[in-house]
């Protein structure tokens, strides 16, 4: 591995660090925010300081990136409408043309000079631990890793994201369920560089904890833990789920064996067609079906948890009416989807029920009350120890649960249930194939998949 690893990781540090007119560029960018805002301080009259965060702020950013994100920190002192009414004054005052944007609370968001600014309300707390808003520890985020952070170890977090971006792991939304950058510096921070975090990750043996200020704190049962240097009941990485983790740690492995630029670079499948789909439709000869609705108007980080909850409810439900699942996805732009290929879905006309062990009197004796003298059930008989009938089943085939209200009590997510209560479409066989226009590589996806 050796000189070919360190050849590709070099080339990859020249192509995501920015170069010094991009520097130049948003150091102008970032003085002339921040004295803007300042200024809208002093006009709001609040006491209030304003400071950089983020990726910008650390050095950590990539080449191309335009985010700049700006504090406003208030002090303890201030209330939780209070916090909120200036913080919207003084971003309105600075962004004039921001939309507001709602995480805990609300900030403001505007793209200016080219750059996406977000603008946001924090308390100064006396610790991360301390905090009053999910923001608040932040601040202390910046002061963590900037004071244990060479140019070289900067780089070599540009180079870990640009990783994780190319295997799809780069994110700490709830679509995404990877690695934030706060925890791709914090690993950096940890392992000593790229490839030792690299090469280290290649050995993980879930679940892993890493501790940089030695906590002991308190158990976490996430498949990736680490602990937050500046709050200990924290998990920087509790966001990332046990298939990121895998995704990261084959990815990983693969770079050790096989070094090249490649590794860097995503691989996004070309969207299916139709006649695509219909080649892997007859290939499988399986039975695919898809509930199809309108996307609920909610942010993704609603969106996304929703959306996998109701697949999991339906899977459920079509398994315990026998209709085995063989894969499921869901996707969502405008409208929702949930996919499902089965490979059972039609079933016999009769339903087999087994009763009490024949020695449990009471109960046995219900269960024959019950059945005994019904023509539509076959039985009562028994098998082993127990009465058993074959009654008739419904509903028979997939479609007809799917289509039936059976499915709104399949366990959805709060805002689905809505959509689905207004009304829902149920493709069955080839008509999946209608859904190619909207969701031909969320299809290309599902049909070629990769680790």
């Known amino acids: 591995m ?20 991009e520097r130049r560029r948003l150091e102008t960018a970032v003085a002339e925010i921040l004295e803007r805002t300042r200024q809208a301080v002093e006009e709001v009259d609040v006491e209030a300081d304003v400071l950089q965060v983020g990726s910008t702020a650390r050095d950590t950013w990539l080449r191309g990136d335009r985010d700049i994100d700006v504090f406003v920190r208030f002090p303890p002192s201030i209330s939780r409408e209070e916090l909120e009414t200036h913080g919207f004054d003084i971003g309105r005052t600075v962004l004039p043309d921001g939309e507001v944007e709602h995480a805990e609370h609300p900030y403001v968001s505007a793209e200016w000079d080219g750059y996406d600014i977000d603008l946001v309300p924090c308390v100064a707390v006396a610790s991360g631990s301390d905090r009053r808003t999910a923001v608040d520890r932040t601040p202390f985020h910046n002061e ?73 704190a308190a158990t976490f049962s996430d498949p990736l833990v680490v602990i937050d240097p500046t709050d200990p009941r924290r998990n920087v990485a509790a ?13 990983a492995r ?30 499988r000869d399986a039975s695919p079906y898809a509930i199809r609705t309108m996307a ?12 996998r909850t109701t697949e999991r409810g339906i899977v459920t439900a079509l398994e315990a009416h026998d209709f085995e699942v063989l894969r499921s996805a869901s996707f969502a732009h405008e409208t929702a989807v949930w996919y499902f290929e089965l490979t059972v879905d039609r079933l016999p006309a009769v ?27 076959y039985g009562p008989f028994i098998a082993d120890d127990r009465y058993v009938v074959e009654r008739p089943r419904t509903p028979r085939d997939a479609a007809s649960f799917l289509r039936s209200d059976a499915v709104l009590d399949a366990g959805l ?24 226009p909207e969701f031909g590589c969320e299809l290309a996806g599902f049909y070629e998949p990769r680790p």
Do not use: N
């Open 413 to 436: 997510g709060k805002d689905i249930r809505r959509v689905f209560d207004d009304s829902y479409d149920v493709l069955v066989g080839t008509e999946v194939t209608g859904l190619i």
């Open 239 to 251: 966001v990332v789920s046990a298939e990121s983790v895998a995704r990261f740690q084959h990815h």
């Open 351 to 377: 339903a087999r029920h087994v009763g009490p062990p024949v020695h449990v009197a009471e109960h046995a004796a219900a269960f024959l009350d019950r059945y005994e003298d019904t023509e539509e059930v």
């Open 144 to 216: 963590y890793v900037t004071e244990r952070l060479t140019p070289e170890l900067a780089t070599d977090v540009r180079v870990l994201k640009r990783f994780a971006e190319a295997v799809g792991v780069y994110g700490s939304d709830l679509r995404t369920e990877g690695f934030s950058g706060y925890l791709t510096e914090l690993l950096v921070i940890e392992y000593g560089d790229f490839r030792s975090v690299i090469e280290t990750a290649a050995t993980w043996q879930p679940p892993v904890e890493i501790d940089p200020e030695d906590h002991a």
């Open 254 to 283: 693969a770079l050790c064996q096989d070094p090249s630029t490649d590794q860097f670079t995503p691989v996004v499948p070309a969207p299916l067609d139709v006649a695509g789909l219909q080649s892997h439709l007859d290939r």
């Open 2 to 21: 050796g000189d070919v690893f360190e050849e590709t990781v070099a080339e990859m540090r020249d192509r995501v660090t920015p170069s010094p007119a």
């Open 296 to 307: 609920p108007d909610v942010v993704d980080d609603q969106l996304y948890p929703q959306l």
